[in-house]
C-alpha cells in the first residue's frame, strides 16, 4: 500500500484501487511493504493509479525523509516566511507562499 | 476537484506555469539535502543549451549557455504545457 500526498489530501492506494490520476503537493509518500516502512519527500507531481493496480508516483525529485537535512529546512522556512511578510508583486508573493508550502511540508516530514 | 471557475492555484493565479511551480519546489527541496546528496542533486539542476539565431534562413554562430535553474519563464523554450483545473 501507499500514501500519497494529494492536493485534496492524503490519499491511501492499495491493489484494486478505482483508475486516479491525482496531483500531488509537497509532502510525504509512505510506502507499506509488508511490514516496512519507507517515506520519502515528494516536491510535486503526479499519481497515476492504472486498472491493472499498478500505480506510477511520478516527481521531479524524490527522497527519502532521512536524506534531509533539518537545520536547512528550518532556515528555509524562517527565510521564506519572512518574505511573504515582504512580498509586493504577486509573483514575489507566490513564489514565498510556495516556499513556506515546500519548507513547512519538509518540517513536519522530519519532525512527524 | 476545486470548486469550479475558480481561479485554480495560486501560482497559477500568479502567472506561473506549473512546470515552473514543480521546478522551484523541486529546487527548494534539493537545496534542503545532506551532503553528499545534495552536489549529485545540484548537479541535476544544471541545464546546457546552445542558442543560434536565424537570419536570412541561415544560422549564426551558436552561443552556449549553462544554468543553474530554469527561470520561471524561458523565452527560449517550448514547454510541453499541462493544464491543471
Given at each position: 500500500m501507499i500514501i500519497v500526498p494529494a492536493t485534496t489530501g492524503q490519499m491511501g492506494v492499495l491493489?484494486?484501487?478505482?483508475p486516479t490520476i491525482a496531483e500531488l503537493k509537497p509532502g510525504v509518500m509512505t510506502v507499506h511493504e509488508g511490514t516496512d516502512v519507507s517515506k520519502y519527500f515528494v516536491s510535486s507531481g503526479f499519481a497515476f493509479i492504472h486498472a491493472n493496480s499498478v500505480a506510477d508516483v511520478i516527481a521531479v525529485e524524490a527522497v527519502p525523509v532521512d536524506h534531509l537535512d533539518s537545520n536547512l529546512v528550518q532556515k528555509g522556512l524562517a527565510e521564506f516566511t519572512q518574505k511573504l511578510g515582504s512580498a509586493s508583486t504577486d509573483l514575489e508573493k507566490a513564489e514565498a507562499q510556495i516556499g513556506v508550502d515546500v519548507y513547512s511540508a519538509m518540517n513536519s516530514a522530519l519532525t512527524g | 476537484m476545486a470548486s469550479a471557475g475558480a481561479a485554480g492555484p495560486f501560482w497559477r493565479a500568479a502567472g506561473m506555469t506549473y512546470v515552473s511551480y514543480s521546478n522551484k519546489c523541486a529546487s527548494m527541496v534539493r537545496n534542503c539535502l545532506k551532503e553528499p546528496h545534495r552536489s549529485e542533486a545540484l548537479d541535476r539542476e544544471k541545464v546546457h543549451f546552445s542558442i543560434s539565431k536565424w537570419i536570412d534562413g541561415k544560422p549564426e554562430k551558436p552561443c552556449k549557455f549553462l544554468i543553474f535553474f530554469l527561470l520561471s519563464s524561458p523565452p527560449f523554450f517550448l514547454l510541453g504545457f499541462l493544464f491543471i483545473e
Open positions: 491493489p484494486g484501487h478505482v | -
